[in-house]
């Protein structure tokens, strides 16, 4: 693992400030992340299967902004939540997480309980199951890009 942030050869406390840096920095621009996919994925698809006033941009942007503000609030709490443990996981352990474990630890925490609720008590039908599929995306945009800045090797 040579050349990781895990096992840095600069001085330690060097070592420390880029892990804590890229901890931040992954703090804020993964739940970014996250709320953009929301966004984008619903303006998109209000412009073309929305509504009569989402069909507009001013109707589709409307509706893209309110979901992409709260997807935001829900992305920020569990990246500072999961993204926390996670990355203090990885330092206590001093090696790096999988990509593979950041994905299912994002679809078991955040994507399956949000969908078991949004689909509870409904039938399953195809607009039964545009949240949960909403909801699939954040939470991947938001565990990926958390990876990718506070977890990948520093170097990759």
Request: hydrophobic share 55%; glycine share 8%.
């Amino acid at each position: 693992m040579s050349g990781s942030a895990w096992s840095c050869s600069r001085s330690r406390s060097s070592c420390d400030d880029l892990l804590v840096k890229r901890f931040l920095a992954a703090l804020v621009l993964a739940p970014v992340a996250g709320a953009l996919a929301g966004f984008l994925s619903v303006l998109i698809a209000s412009l073309f299967v929305g509504s009569g006033h989402e069909r507009t941009l001013s109707g589709a942007t409307a509706s893209a902004s309110f979901l992409g503000f709260y997807a935001l609030l829900i992305c920020f709490v569990y990246t500072a939540v999961v993204g926390s443990a996670a990355y203090a996981y990885a330092r206590r352990r001093r090696r790096r997480l999988s990509l593979a474990v950041a994905l299912t630890v994002a679809v078991v925490t955040g994507a399956i309980p949000w969908s078991i609720a949004a689909v509870a008590g409904r039938d399953l039908t195809g607009e039964a199951l545009i949240f949960p599929a909403l909801v699939l995306l954040c939470s991947v945009a938001t565990a990926w890009t958390f990876w990718r800045i506070a977890l990948a090797e520093a170097n990759a």
